[in-house]
Every structure is written in C-alpha cells, then in structure tokens.
C-alpha cells in the first residue's frame, strides 16, 4: 500500500514538471490562425505539414516566420526559441521578378 505523503509528493512534482507539449498559434497575412498543441522536442515539419493540410496549400509555396526569423522544418520549438502560446506568421513566397 502506498504511503500518503508519497502518493502527495509525486502529484506536487507533476504539477511542477515542465510539460512536453505546448500550444502554437500559426497566423495567415490576414491575421487568421490556426492553434496547434505540439510537443517541445518534435521538428516543426509536422506542424508546417498539419497546417498547410488543413489550408490545402503546397508547404513549398510558404515561408514560416517567427520574430521575423525563418523556421526551419528539422528545427524542433524548443530549438527556435519558441515558447507556449507564441505566434507564428506564414507568408506565400513571392513570384516573379
């Protein structure tokens, strides 16, 4: 049988450990966005992927930004220096000269 105290102790440390998920917001030029739960060490191609799925867009014809900074897709959040709750603007690539 469990000791109380212990069974206490482990719950606090839960509620103390950092989570591995965290939540992003991921903005179109029209200020429309798209919120996904990802987990911190997991690339951002599965988000870029996820989001250009449900824009039904090609992920080659837009550009992720973070603080006016290019996300790469083999970059995880934590790498990017994304915290929870951040914002991250899209942009279609420009063609033509």
Known sequence: MSDPTTVKKEAQEEK???SEYMTLRVKDKDHN???FMVR???PLKKLMDAYCVRKNV???TFVFLFDGRH???EQTPDEAGLGDGDE???FQHQMGG
């Open 16 to 18: 103390t450990t950092p």
């Open 33 to 35: 966005a798209l919120v």
């Open 40 to 42: 911190k060490a997991t």
């Open 58 to 60: 090609e992920l080659n």
């Open 71 to 73: 996300l790469r897709p």
């Open 88 to 90: 991250i603007d899209t």
